[in-house]
């Protein structure tokens, strides 16, 4: 899986699709990738807006073909599992899905499913946005009971970045004890890499080829984008993310069952998973269902580009208490006007303040993160106080987290990579 | 590995390549695939010609850039093994190479290199032409004391033939049967197949990864004419061919050392190890050397489509003496006259005669197989007693082939399956 990614929003390139000119784009609409109707690009390699306020989610729906998380299903997600949804599905931060209705009704059923989800580990820290899908299989992990299968892409970093084969895995399991670091039930939760898990398990390369075989090239140029001057490799790798989609790839676990899956992921996944679903059902498998986010922002806003090599672009997990407050107060975009005098006069805009925009992702508290907006919107909060909050709201979060991996070993990691049974309901 | 082939002598269809009219084929001129200036069409799925004699060698040899074996080359074979080359080598059926005096350098200089080739198992039963690059690796394994790897391809046969994972998987252990049939050493031979072993050595997925990066899909579209709605499995297999060309994909075997390979194969599967010297030596790898054969021809002679389905069209490894015998004197294409009087006038002619070539492949006596040929081409000797001696020369060589290949039990097979390291000279 590609990154969790922060929002760009560029007047330049957002006028190329992958390289490709605007009426190429244009072109594109006839392709599995729906109508580009607007500047918005969103693929697992690139996600770029023209808007100020990033992109519009509202269209990416329409056009992905996914459906919204409204109402009505968060009133009968509740009411099945009899608890509040999770603040980031209520907040609309998990704003659209697929086939989310049929989940709950094997729930409703007393039958099972399981969770998957992924990274693809490019760098050896990971930021805060990173942690959020994480955070939300977690809570659903913990409200369905169900086992859960997590991927490091390993492969696709090699294909696409300059990184060498054992780099790759290196960084995979450093992120791996970030993601432990969560508390994912040992238990329920397997971990694997693409790099090692391929040579270990031989359902997972069989399932692969039988994916490859139902996907031609054509196929994964409407869906990806790619081209004649593509390696081999990227052509090939959308079966290796699809795989983990089929429940026969992990025979230790669920034995012959064709178990549903649900994949919580952002969007910019998406593309992967419609062919999963296109080819499912041929296989003989059900299609998985999705849970997709929003786009993390990046510190410096919807105008800068994001850069996994520049610390100052995102709060990353090893910070220091010090460095999270400088990093807020100096980059973090403001909403805010350019003057106190104009800002109690008129208000600040939190739609594109990403200090109030990482307390919608990290403040739990519903009533004082609606408190804040009314404040900041109506001028009485300042861009000082509000980016005060957001430093007091991730400051112990990452704390945690950096007590919490202290304490991974590698022999506790290495229980998740073990190749095993997993405890499972039904 | 695609089959052995038989030679395919068609008007029509030697027209088209790969689906595509004869202006695209001129066109291919410009690819890695080399200037195809006549009529003659070998890549590892097809193989035809407009020549009644089949394939032209010669211009193969030109078109695909590799070497003729010449005399110097078997002079210098024999001296520096100290015994005469085999005569599939001396008659010119291994015609071609890459590298063979490297190969023969390192024997000079005591050092070693082992030998990989393979199989596709498309079906259960094989026929006498797959036996042929076979006798050639054991005789090479037998002169040289090298270690060999044996691949076979049942995922390249799930992705190109309408076969299931499990069936392709059963044909490839009865196929290896025959292989290890014919005498290989244990000690010394280890026979993979990919849809399994893919999931039991993880530096075979990693080697795959690494020739993945370095093969864009413009390049396979020129070697191997893979288009637009070819399958995306099609696309990336020719790396899990080349793999085992790196002795790094057996860490068992090799430990970390770079160790040369040379590949004995039929030519059509050449253009698989183009790919691999491209990309060998970016990966710090010597190029792999090739020792090319000729095709086996079908019984039906030039003129005749090759069918695997039709059991006439070959001798194969389950037939009956009476089979082998009807089968060669009702359908082994003649090269003599239509009357006794003509033949004894004018003579036959051996060339395009299928006795006369089954008695090259499988008669090992220089001299009786020239005074055949002496005596054939002066009409001294008839149709019916050429094909007389071919049948007595295959028929012990079947009988012997089964009585052998019966001996073999499945533990005896896992043997040659198993991860193991292997005897190494050096």
């Not at 209520?90 to 039958?111: A, V, Y």
């Not at 520049?310 to 208490?321: E, G, I």
């Not at 005098?341 to 519903?366: I, K, S, T």
Request: with cysteine; proline share 4%; charged share 25%.
């Amino acid at each position: 899986m590609a990154d969790t990614k922060e929002i760009v929003v560029e007047g330049v390139e957002a006028l190329t699709l992958n390289g490709k000119t605007e009426e190429a784009k244009e072109a594109g609409a006839a392709t599995t990738t729906g109508a580009a109707t607007d500047d918005d690009v969103v693929d697992p390699w690139t996600v770029t807006s023209t808007n100020d306020g990033g992109v519009d989610y509202e269209k990416l729906i329409k056009r992905f073909g996914s459906s919204k998380i409204d109402d009505e299903l968060i009133a009968r997600f509740e009411k099945i599992t009899g608890k509040p949804v999770h603040h980031l599905i209520k907040r609309g931060l998990f704003f659209s899905h697929r086939d989310l209705h049929s989940i709950l009704t094997l729930k409703e059923q007393g039958k099972s499913f399981y969770l998957y989800t992924g990274r693809g580990p490019s760098s050896g820290s990971l930021h805060v946005g990173h942690l959020v899908p994480f955070f939300i299989t977690k809570w659903l992990q913990d409200t369905f009971d169900v086992p859960l299968v997590i991927q490091l892409t390993d492969d696709e970093k090699v294909l696409w970045k300059d990184l060498k084969i054992e780099d790759a895995i290196k960084m995979g399991r450093e992120n791996a004890k970030d993601i432990v670091a969560l508390g994912f039930d040992v238990n329920k939760t397997f971990i694997f890499n693409n790099l090692e898990f391929m040579g270990k398990c031989p359902a997972m390369y069989q399932n692969i080829i039988r994916i490859q075989r139902c996907v031609t090239f054509n196929q994964v140029k409407g869906i990806f984008g790619f081209g004649d001057s593509d390696i081999i490799g990227k052509i090939g790798f959308p079966a290796a993310q699809a795989a983990p989609a089929l429940s026969s790839t992990f025979p230790f676990i669920f034995g012959n069952r064709k178990t549903a899956c649900l994949i919580p992921c952002a969007i910019d996944q998406d593309p992967y998973f419609r062919m999963t679903r296109d080819v499912a059902p041929r296989l003989g498998f059900p299609k998985c269902a999705l849970l997709h986010s929003t786009f993390f922002p990046a510190l410096q806003g919807a105008k800068t580009k994001m850069s996994a090599s520049d610390q100052n672009s995102a709060v990353f997990l090893t910070d220091t208490p010090k460095q999270i407050k400088n990093k807020i107060n100096k980059y973090a975009f403001s909403g805010g006007r350019t003057t106190v005098e104009e800002h109690r006069e008129f208000g600040g805009n939190p739609e594109v303040d990403v200090a109030y925009q990482l307390l919608r992702f990290f403040l739990e508290d519903d009533a004082k993160l609606e408190e804040v907006r009314v404040a900041y919107t109506k001028g009485e909060m300042l861009t000082g106080e509000i980016k005060k909050l957001a430093v007091e709201t991730l400051t112990p979060i990452v704390e945690q987290h950096q007590a919490a991996r202290k304490l991974i070993t590698d022999e506790m990691l290495d229980k998740y990579y073990e190749i095993r049974p997993l405890k499972f309901g039904s």
